[in-house]
């Protein structure tokens, strides 16, 4: 069924003239909870019907200074406390599974996907942008993986994803350290395509969209397909990390003292 | 090269601007936690404004635990 416009819970999605705008709006923070993987699975699968009349998507945020501040955690851990430790790993895996088919599919889209960042883009929402082809940012959007401070690693196809497109120095840099970086410093690395004045980063984005469209749509596909292929066996080697990482108790540990904690750094340990 | 005295004034008044205060509402030795009563995005907002304005980088982790205008300044100065 083709489905050119959608509002949901967490997100919505409107099609015009060639370009999908999907826009993340769900309280406070973007969250990639269920909630929001469920639309994001509806989303994708629009694409089939869709992508004959798209050239280009844009994904972006309709929250005051967050694109995406990544997992639900909070979601995460009420869900991994609710079972037995042991069971723990395997309701993991299934969510894992899920987000992955969805950024792989976003990933290998046969149009051209922009993320328009504003605020802060963690996590999994970093994890988002990065399934995209290119970043257009806000010049006051900020960039992090602070994964490891809960003792476990990105699990949205974070490190492969960054690996494909950036030099292990910086990789490493956001990894080990769990720092935010500026956009100025993500443009300079290579992470994000275009800056953007303050509040100009969607505006960009959909002027970058109307110059797309006026490629052919074949050549536009098959030179995606080559420059951008898609690192499927280190994907599968992620999840299957991710969840050997999930079984320690440290993690349940720090997936407390982030529910718990009010402070003004919380994607730090 | 700025002074010290003159990044703590270039701080305060980016944060007087930023949070739409009154001139003169905020000292160096006021805490902004407490002050602002500022959320984490909005703390990320604000190390992004102060990154712009003075062209440097200035890693959470250096700042994590600072709650003060003053020696906030000082960890921008050991980076300019």
Known sequence: ?269 | MRTLEQTTQEVLDLATKHFQLPAGTLAPGDDFFKKLGIDSLQTLEMLSRLENHFGIELPDYEVQGVSDFKTLAERIQSRL
């Open chain 1, 1 to 269: 069924m083709k489905m050119r416009n959608f509002t949901g819970k967490t997100l919505r999605w409107e099609w015009r003239e060639g370009v999908i705008e999907l826009m993340l709006d769900h309280e406070p923070a973007n969250e990639i909870g269920t909630a929001m993987l469920a639309e994001l699975e509806k989303f994708v699968a629009s694409f089939e019907s869709l992508a004959p009349e798209t050239s280009v998507c844009i994904i972006a945020s309709a929250r005051k200074s967050v694109f995406s501040a990544g997992g639900d955690l909070r979601e995460l851990y009420a869900t991994a406390a609710a079972v037995p430790a042991k069971d723990r790993p395997a309701g993991v895996r299934v969510f894992l599974e899920r987000i992955h088919a969805v950024l792989n599919a976003i990933d290998a889209a046969p149009f051209v996907t922009i993320a328009a960042v504003h605020g802060a883009c963690l996590g999994g929402g970093l994890e988002l942008a990065l399934a995209c082809d290119m970043i257009i940012a806000d010049k006051m959007a900020r960039f992090a993986f602070p994964e490891l401070r809960l003792g476990f690693i990105p699990g949205f196809g974070g490190i492969p994803r960054l690996k494909r497109d950036l030099g292990n120095a910086f990789v490493r840099d956001l990894l080990f350290t769990g720092r935010t970086v500026n956009a100025t410093r993500a443009q300079a690395v290579g992470l994000v395509a275009q800056l953007a004045g303050e509040g100009e980063a969607l505006r960009i984005a959909r002027s970058t969209a109307a110059q797309i469209t006026k490629y052919d749509a074949v050549t536009r596909a098959a030179a995606k397909k080559f420059i951008k292929p898609i690192p499927h066996d280190e994907l599968r080697r992620e999840i299957d990390l991710f969840c050997e990482l999930f079984t320690r108790p440290t993690v349940m540990a720090a997936l407390k003292k982030f529910v718990e904690g009010s402070g003004p750094m919380p994607y730090l340990p």
